[in-house]
């Protein structure tokens, strides 16, 4: 691309959905506790409210106090006739107010350089600082998950790929509408967790190339345990946050996407016991009754970068 980019650093625990039609529910979304929203135009919106919508996300990116939220909208997809006007039409009207355009169902850098180069263009038509607006794009077609390497190295607005299921279950003929429409132990049943390729290939991708891996939604929001498990298990093996479909769901994803105070103390505690070790001339520490050393160190730090990600370190 023919632009220099900062890197911007955010935090990405929580991601509520907000439906782009609902002035209401846009309102509320800006007070929320979430660490970003996106104003949704594509599945949240019906075809014939989608044009209509757009006025509603110009109105509250720029008429709201969103705090320190990433303030973001969800276009529709490259290949419909909503995508390019989507765009132009929301940059035109807030681009000062806008922190990230989220892009669904792409399934190659194409789509990616698509919209990269469409708000160039819009940023300097307009006088905004070029390249100041970010990408986020959704991977739900398993062209996306083949090519996902190449995909988040594709663009230096790229900060974020999330990882939609929904979609990526229909893309590869996936027959999740059959589990349990039998009776009992005869049900089809998947021995693990269905997504777990998916999920790490998207998170080595991400950070290989130093964005962000995000999880999709958790349907069931009357489900808090389940949605919590869900997230939990996507931190486990590296990511760093989760949609949100209904507020309820935010604090779950903004606790277990944040260490701990007790894994904090740990990891202080862990690396300043392999710099004593070290400065004895000792290769290895005994930590709580653990010999650790400095590869051991690398894993802490880990926690501690995201504790000050979080705010909770200074």
């Known amino acids: 691309m023919s632009y220099e980019r900062t890197k911007v650093e955010r935090i990405r625990r929580s991601e509520l959905s907000t439906p782009g039609h609902s002035e209401k529910m846009i309102a509320k979304a800006s007070q929320s506790a979430a660490d970003m929203v996106f104003l949704d135009l594509e599945d949240a919106v019906a075809p014939s409210a989608k044009v209509g919508a757009r006025k509603n996300i ?6 709201l106090d969103w705090g320190t939220k990433i303030r973001s909208f969800r276009c529709n997809s490259v290949d419909t006739e ?6 132009a039409e929301i940059v035109t009207g807030a681009g000062a107010n806008l922190d990230v355009i989220m892009v669904p169902k792409i399934k190659g850098p194409r789509e990616v350089w698509f919209v990269d ?4 263009q819009l940023e300097k ?4 600082e070029v390249g100041r607006i970010g990408i ?13 390497d ?16 929904g979609d990526l279950s229909a893309s590869q003929g996936m027959r999740l509408g059959h589990i349990g429409v039998t009776d009992g132990d005869q049900a089809l049943k998947y021995p693990g967790d269905v997504w777990h390729y998916a999920r790490h290939r998207l998170i080595v991708a991400c950070r290989a190339a130093g964005i962000d891996a995000i999880d999709g939604p958790y349907a069931n929001f009357a489900s808090p345990k389940g949605y919590e498990r869900s997230a939990g298990t996507f931190s486990m093996i590296g ?10 769901q935010i604090e779950i994803a903004n606790r277990v996407f944040a260490p701990t105070e007790a894994e904090i103390a740990n990891a202080v505690g862990a690396i300043e016991a392999v710099a004593a070790a070290e400065a004895a001339g000792e290769g290895a520490a005994n930590f709580n009754g653990m010999m ?23």
């Open 58 to 63: 110009v109105a509250g990116l720029n008429e």
């Open 82 to 87: 909503w995508c390019h006007d989507d765009i």
């Open 117 to 120: 180069d469409l708000l160039t």
């Open 125 to 128: 038509k307009l006088g905004l």
């Open 136 to 148: 986020e794009c959704l991977v739900e077609e398993v062209e996306a998950l083949q090519t996902v």
């Open 150 to 165: 190449e995909i988040a190295h594709c663009s230096p607005r790229l900060e974020a790929l999330v990882l939609g299921v």
């Open 239 to 248: 990511g760093v946050g989760k949609w949100c479909i209904h507020p309820s």
């Open 292 to 314: 650790i050393d400095a590869a051991t160190t690398r894993l802490f730090e880990v926690t501690i970068d995201r504790a000050r990600a979080c705010g909770l370190l200074d």
